[in-house]
Every structure is written in C-alpha cells, then in structure tokens.
C-alpha cells in the first residue's frame, strides 16, 4: 500500500512540474490536475474541477463534447483541435490529445502548440469561416433555412425569413414538415430521392421560393434534406403589379387602335373607314384585318377609304392601301379611296402603283354619293330589264 502511495506521489511530481502542457480530467470532464506549463499557458483560468470544454471557443466546445464521448469508450488516443483560452486572454490554437485510464477511470491528456500548415486545423478553421459566413447570410437576407430527415423531422429551422411568419429560430425542430406542410411532401420525398427540387410555392400569406436538396452518406443514401426559402412576396407583387399595369396599356392601345381607325356603317352595306393621325405599317395591317373582317360579316358592298386626315404616308403604307383595296375586290365587294391629300398623290405615283382600277375620290361625300348612286342604280337597272 506504501509502494502505491510513493507511486501515486511520484506521478503526481511529475504531473506538475513536467514541462509539457499536461492535465488529468474525471470522466465527466472536469480538470483535477494540471502541470505547471499548462497553468503558464492557460492562466487563472485554470481552477480545481473546471469543466475542459470552458477552456475552448464556444464554438469549439461541440466538437469537443461529442469527441469526450469517443474518449470514455475507446483505449486509443483521440485528437482534437480547437482555440483555447490562454493567460493573454486570447484564444490560441492549440492541439490536444487525451485518453482515458480504465484502472482508474480518469482521463489524461496532453496539449500542444497546433503546428503551422496542420491539415486539421486548417480544415477547422475553414469550416469556421464557412459558418459564420452561412450565418451571417441567413441573418441578414428574407431567407428560411431548414433541414429535415427522411421521416421528414425537423433537424435545423433558422433565418431571418421566418421573422415574417412570426416563428423563432428552432421552432419547429422536432416537428414534422409533412403534418405541417402538407403541400411540400411531393418536393421532399422527391429530394429523398436524389432529386434537386426548385419552386414557388404560398405559405403563412407568404410566397416562398424555394431550393430544395438532397444530403448524401458515403453509402449513397440520402439521410438529410435541406432547403433553402427565400421571402419572395415583394418580388411577386411587384410583378403582379406590373402586369396589371401592363395589360391595363394594352386594352388601352386597342381602344386607341380602334378610335385611330373606326369601322362605321354609313348604309346598309356600305363602310367607311376614316384614317387620321400618323398612318404606319402597323396601323394600316391591323385596319386591313379589321375591315376585312367586318365586310366579310356584314356583307358589306362598298368599303370607303378616308385619307383627309392622313398627312403624309411612306411607301410601305401606300403599298399596303393598295393591297387593301384590292384584298377588298376579291370579297365581292368595292373599294373606293377619298381624299388622298397632294403629299400621299405624289407619294403613289412615285411608287409606280396602278390605281386605274381603283375609283378615287375628292372627298368623303363625293365617296359616299358614288356608292349610293351605285346602290339605287342597280335596282333600276333590274325594273327596266
């Protein structure tokens, strides 16, 4: 018993003043002994029964939690690495191994300065950078990020978007997506199956767009989905708004179509179509297409072009007159063309254009007389015979 006490002394001495940064934990965690190079480094940090993981980064202290699991189970050593509190009241990055004793139940370890380019530490300090820069987007943009398992659980539920809907962060961990959002179950167990899903979709008065992935084991199986919302209910009233406003332009350039160029019934089957204003290609198809239409549903016998309020045409339009006239003729009835101003005259005789076989007119009345003429002559003409 003597000789087990000398022994306990003497590993004792060599615990505190070894010049390696030594330690002895309970199983639990908390410091029991240290060497005196570890007290120079750590500081008054350092006091009889401090729990390991205070000495760590906050945001170290997990990963150190669920490797002390490791540690009670396992005879082999086990690294970790992580930022420690040293005496300057800084963290340093420092490299720690630790084991447990099974004859006794403590758990010894040692620290180290992390060496410069060790490939762990580099890789921590990556995925440390990468999550504060994933935090610091779901923090500051309308976006709602979650992540469930394959029995659609909630594992993950953060972001500034659900400010809008009125949830905290973490709500709904432990709930499941399917029992609250029935709708999504279709894009989740799509993603279940390996497949990428992206779409829109109204939620808590909200529209959400939505990218939607699928994790993946070594093995291949999808055990984690994750999603990524984002709060476009801005976006889409504006583009509703816009719309509206779009098709509101559009009625209105068709009642303005249909002023610029009115189809009127002057007599039982005769038309006039008054041209005013600026005439261009385009006005001059659509004209043809609605004349057309109406004297092929009115049975229309003479179709009277009005160009007094025409002021200058270019030779495309004066091409497509022509056309129309003759698109006219071939529906059985007759156009008549009026008060064609000098400018528009010398615009179709520079063109070439035939209108021998087009009856013209001064004016609008000398138009409309030449069809009533037509019109009462033909009965007569019936009566004699």
Same mark, same amino acid.
């Given at each position: ?10 590993? #004792? ?13 309970? %199983? ?28 760590? /980064? ?14 009670? %189970?396992?005879?082999?050593?086990? /690294? ?15 490299? +720690? ?6 004859? #006794? ?69 432990? =709930? ?16 279940? $199956? ?9 939620? /808590?008065? +909200? ?27 801005? %976006? ?35 038309? =006039? ?8 290609? =385009?006005?001059?198809? #659509? ?6 239409? $109406? ?22 339009? $004066? ?7 003759? =698109? ?6 007759? %156009?008549?063309? +009026?008060?064609?101003? !000098? ?22 009345? &000398? ?11 033909? !009965? &007569? ?5």
């Amino acid at each position: 018993m003597a000789d087990a006490n000398v022994a306990l002394s003497s590993l #004792d001495d060599f615990i505190a003043h070894s010049t390696e940064m030594l330690f002895v934990a309970g %199983g639990d965690g908390a410091l029991l002994q240290w060497s005196d190079a570890l007290g120079q480094t750590i500081g008054p940090a350092l006091a009889q029964g401090t729990p390991l993981t205070e000495l760590f /980064h906050p945001e170290d202290r997990s990963a150190l939690s669920k490797r002390w699991e490791q540690v009670r %189970g396992s005879k082999d050593p086990i /690294h970790v690495h992580g930022r420690v509190m040293s005496a300057e009241r800084s963290y340093k990055p420092l490299a +720690c191994v630790v084991r447990s004793a099974r004859s #006794d139940g403590l758990v010894y370890g040692s620290f180290r300065d992390a060496p410069i380019g060790d490939g762990a530490l580099d890789e921590l300090t990556e995925l440390r950078a990468r999550d504060r820069m994933l935090r610091a987007l779901i923090h500051a943009l309308p976006i709602a990020m979650w992540a469930v398992d394959p029995d659609g659980t909630y594992l993950y539920h953060e972001g500034k978007g659900l400010e809008a809907v009125g949830h905290r962060p973490g709500q709904l961990v432990g =709930a499941n997506i399917f029992e609250l959002y029935g709708d999504a179950k279709a894009a989740v167990m799509a993603a279940l $199956a390996g497949h990428q899903v992206h779409g829109l979709a109204d939620a /808590h008065g +909200c529209v959400w767009e939505s990218w939607i992935l699928p994790l993946s084991e070594a093995t291949g199986q999808v055990s984690t989905v994750v999603g990524f919302s984002l709060d476009v209910t801005e %976006g889409q009233r504006a583009q509703q708004a816009l719309q509206t406003k779009l098709d509101v332009i559009e009625a209105q350039q068709r009642v303005i179509r249909e002023l610029a160029a009115p189809i009127i019934e002057v007599w039982d089957g005769v038309l =006039a179509l008054p041209m005013i204003g600026v005439v261009d290609s =385009a006005r001059t198809a #659509d004209a043809m297409e609605s004349l057309l239409e $109406a004297i092929s549903s009115r049975g229309a016998r003479f179709a009277v072009l009005d160009l007094t309020g025409v002021q200058m045409v270019d030779t495309k339009v $004066a091409d497509h007159l022509i056309k129309l006239v003759r =698109a006219i003729q071939l529906l059985g009835a007759e %156009g008549i063309i +009026c008060g064609i101003r !000098p400018t528009v005259a010398q615009t179709m005789v520079a063109l070439g254009l035939d209108l021998s076989a087009i009856v013209t007119k001064a004016n609008l009345r &000398a138009g409309l007389t030449h069809c009533m003429q037509r019109l009462t002559a033909r !009965p &007569a003409s019936r009566a004699g015979s």
